[in-house]
């Protein structure tokens, strides 16, 4: 396997602007553990949808949503029908 992952794969993102889909940059939310010498981030850290999202090629910025991928393979498939009963 040659071909590397991007996040297109991963997370459905890319940028809506140039098309890269390499790194963006998002504003996450994490716990920090606060001293008397100072904070250091601990934890988990978290990001959605609403996110603070930026291109860090073009500069494009907005949130996750606008650069989430909508593709085509997430078709929906009609429910079948033949559960269904047909009174005449
Ligand atoms: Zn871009």
Request: charged share 30%; aromatic share 4%.
């Amino acid at each position: 396997m040659n071909r590397s992952e991007d996040l297109s794969d991963v997370f459905e993102l890319g940028c809506p602007a140039c098309g890269q889909a390499d790194h963006l940059q998002i504003l996450i939310t994490t716990l920090a553990r606060i001293t008397t010498e100072g904070s250091d981030p601990e934890g988990e850290h978290e990001w959605d949808d609403g996110s603070y999202c930026r291109c860090p090629e073009c500069g494009r910025d907005g949130i996750v949503a606008d650069f989430r991928q909508k593709n085509s393979h997430a078709e929906k498939t009609a429910l079948a029908s033949s559960d269904s009963e047909v009174h005449s």
